[in-house]
């Protein structure tokens, strides 16, 4: 398992940005799948976006398309979630996620895990 660590979380205005970033140790993530996911209070943990093993792919909720940019920086092992346009409705704890073979947007098919970290998006 590779070991991960997300940082940027915050509170910020409707409208705002925010951009949050997971630092990998252990393990060279240029295999390895990589997504972030969120979970509001009450809700079950949801997909948000997520970049292919490889690199060519990236893909998003629908909810977050157009405002939210997953990238992978190889070459400092990690890699980042830019949010735009931020919404009420986008507050919630999140997390990063990566595997060396699924690339999909259930949170079951990841092995590794980073802490969480907040995200309050103020009316």
């Known amino acids: 398992q590779v070991t991960l660590v997300e940082s940027g979380g915050g509170l910020v205005q409707t409208g705002g940005s925010l951009r949050l970033s997971c630092a990998a140790s252990?393990?060279?993530?240029?295999?390895?799948?990589v997504a972030w996911f969120r979970q509001a209070p009450g809700k079950e943990r949801e997909f948000v976006a997520g970049?292919?093993?490889?690199?060519?792919?990236?893909y998003y909720a629908d909810s977050v398309k157009g405002r939210f940019t997953i990238s992978k920086d190889n070459a400092n092992n990690n890699f980042h979630l830019q949010m735009n346009s931020l919404k009420p409705e986008d507050t919630a704890v999140y997390y990063c996620?990566?595997?060396?073979?699924?690339?999909?947007?259930?949170?079951?098919?990841?092995?590794?895990w980073g802490q969480g970290t907040q995200v309050t998006v103020s009316a």
């Open positions: 252990g393990r060279q993530l240029s295999t390895y799948a």
């Open positions: 970049i292919s093993w490889a690199g060519a792919s990236t």
């Open positions: 996620a990566a595997d060396p073979y699924y690339s999909g947007t259930s949170d079951s098919g990841f092995d590794s």
